[in-house]
């Protein structure tokens, strides 16, 4: 199982670090997770109902910003992310869930558009994850080339006993011809050195009901779901999903921080102008998908959003236009 090096996690303030305490499994194996604990009442804080100024829900979040902000859009350099920017040391902000047209059935994006969009929100990089299946690595740096910009692999895999998993690091098999168990994915990806992350955690499955937190159940689906066994499983949580609402972002993030696992974002985006609604924000220059598992596996990155990272929203006044590309497809 390939970890970070030791100086890159204990270099890391405290707040980016994640305890990782060994722990039995349901089979009885003993593996590098983190510990649970009950729900405290910072967790249950975080739960509450939001502020109803803009008229939505705004989830209460607990965990801690460290992004700085800014007023331009960041570019990647071949180099270093944190050079050529007049000295800065800005953190990275790379959309890591991205369906395109090339490879998920529910998309039609040209993911030349969807690059063109990211860099005019000021996206760092981005993870293209199609739907059971990863892209070749030739064909990502032909794209990330062109471009001028950090583009990373990675899949979203249907499970069969839960449901969606983001995996990095994962070469073979190129495309699922089944779906895995959650722990058949678990080797999988340990065998490769790989990364996961539990996608939209409460989408589908104990996704809780609205109408239950106004009837005093948030203690009791707290626990429950600090006890789901997929937490064992998993590198990271998607806490800040694209296409979540506020109550399940919350949600999950207080699950997160009750399983002391670390949060991602991505915006799940099927059309280009939904790209880089949320975002994960690195700590540290992400130039290969080897540096995008290290951070992960050492939690060295938190997930968030433009409001969350104080960060000025430019994304409607930045929108591509549509066109097609050359394999006749178009962006819907």
């Not at 670090?17 to 910072?42: D, E, F, I, K, N």
């Not at 000295?87 to 994006?109: K, N, P, R, V």
């Not at 099927?270 to 050492?298: C, K, N, Q, S």
Request: glycine fraction near 10%.
């Amino acid at each position: 199982m390939i970890r970070p090096s030791t100086a890159a996690v204990t270099n890391a303030p405290a707040s980016w670090r994640y305890s990782r305490r060994a722990r039995p499994t349901r089979s009885g194996a003993t593996v590098a997770r983190s510990s649970l604990r009950r729900p405290q009442r910072s967790l249950l804080r975080s739960l509450r109902p939001f502020s109803r100024a803009t008229g939505r829900l705004c989830a209460r979040t607990t965990w801690a910003s460290f992004a700085r902000k800014r007023t331009t859009p960041a570019t990647f350099s071949n180099t270093s992310n944190s050079e050529g920017r007049d000295g800065e040391d800005l953190a990275l902000l790379i959309d890591m869930h991205c369906h395109t047209g090339w490879g998920s059935g529910d998309s039609h994006t040209d993911p030349n558009v969807l690059i063109e969009q990211a860099k005019a929100y000021g996206l760092d990089g981005l993870c293209i994850t199609e739907h059971n299946q990863v892209w070749d690595q030739k064909r990502i740096e032909q794209l990330a080339d062109k471009h001028d910009f950090l583009l990373l692999g990675g899949m979203e895999v249907d499970t069969s006993d839960y449901g969606h998993v983001l995996v990095y690091g994962l070469r073979q098999p190129r495309r699922f011809q089944r779906f895995p168990t959650v722990a058949e994915l678990r080797r999988m990806v340990d065998e490769a050195g790989g990364a996961m992350v539990l996608a939209h955690p409460f989408r589908k499955r104990e996704k809780p009901p609205g109408a239950d937190f106004n009837k005093g159940r948030a203690r009791e689906m707290l626990e429950e779901a600090l006890d789901l066994w997929v937490f064992d499983h998993v590198d990271a949580v998607e806490v800040h999903n694209g296409l979540a609402g506020g109550i399940e972002r919350a949600f999950a993030g207080a699950v997160a921080e009750g399983r002391e696992l670390p949060t991602t974002g991505g915006s799940d985006t099927h059309r280009h102008p939904e790209v880089g609604a949320t975002f994960t924000v690195f700590a540290d220059g992400i130039r290969t998908e080897r540096d995008l598992v290290d951070a992960i596996r050492g939690g060295l990155m938190h997930g968030g959003d433009w409001a969350s990272e104080g960060i000025p929203d430019r994304r409607h006044d930045n929108v591509v236009k549509r066109h097609h590309s050359a394999n006749g497809k178009g962006n819907s």
